[in-house]
């Protein structure tokens, strides 16, 4: 008993009560803020390693983000990436931050189908599929069960078989070889069903964007309901993303 407590003196409480307020180590890169500044835009778009940086006027897409900061770190002044987490939307325009906007990034109520909110606001069951991923946003979600966030005390999720499931998580650019497992994966899922993007490479293909090994034509067959940004992602998004989008209604 006595080294228990040692260890809560230590450590303090790691289970996170509110998972809609709790705070993240200043190391963290979440979503960014551009400034006004005036610079030499080219430059600034020839750092970026994935093409996420547009110009005139600066624009980040997160969804091609890596959050590697090497942006930040050439133009301190310009882009500052702040510790906010919830970036998760199921719009992919909300994903692009631009220069002089601050506002948050949203999921849009008109895009969440009826059937979310009816089926799935009280109990969630997700498949994941790691699509050629690197297993780090794998990790990631892995750690949304642990005992820290402890996704499961919303009645969210994974189950090992697709019959058991409600929706389907991708992770990964999607690779040729998954491809096909991925769409059978979604095929024995019943309807009705949802598809959740998690990571830069799920999302736009990351650095791997327009390599002859992927496939990426699953994603042009079906609406995506939910977007997370990252890479790797944060339990934090994908957490309170899911919770906006099974919670959410018109």
């Known amino acids: ?7 809560l003196l230590h450590q303090g409480k790691q289970y996170i009560p509110d998972v809609t307020k709790a705070k993240v180590p200043g ?7 551009i400034s006004t500044e005036k610079i030499n835009e080219n430059e600034l778009m020839e ?3 994935t093409n996420a940086i547009s110009a005139n006027p600066v624009c980040i897409d997160l969804g091609k983000c890596t959050f590697c900061g090497e942006c930040a770190f050439a133009f ?4 500052k990436f702040t510790t906010d987490y919830k970036i998760a939307t199921n719009d992919r325009n909300n994903l692009i931050i631009r220069e002089k906007r601050y506002e948050p990034v949203q999921l849009n109520p008109e895009l969440i189908r ?34 820290n966030f402890d996704m499961g005390r919303f009645g969210i999720e994974f189950v090992a078989s697709p019959r058991h499931a409600d929706g389907i998580v991708i992770t990964g650019p999607i690779t040729e070889n998954m491809a096909e497992p991925l769409q059978l994966c979604y095929d024995a899922i019943p309807e009705p069903k949802i598809i959740i993007l998690a ?5 736009s293909g990351g650095i791997f964007e327009g390599s002859l090994a992927l496939n990426r034509s699953f994603l042009s067959k079906y609406a995506i309901d939910l977007y997370v940004p990252g890479n790797p992602i944060h339990p934090l998004t994908f957490i309170n993303g899911l919770l906006e989008l099974i919670k959410k209604r018109k």
């Open 27 to 33: 190391i963290f890169r979440g979503k960014p803020v």
């Open 114 to 147: 009826k059937e979310i909110s009816e089926y799935f606001s009280g109990s969630l069951k997700l498949r994941e599929v790691s699509a050629g991923g690197d297993n780090s946003c794998e990790l990631e979600l892995n750690a949304c069960g642990n005992v």
């Open 199 to 203: 990571g830069t490479d799920a999302i």
């Open 47 to 49: 750092i970026c390693p």
């Open 1 to 7: 008993m006595l080294d228990n407590l040692k260890i």
């Open 76 to 79: 301190p002044h310009k882009i």
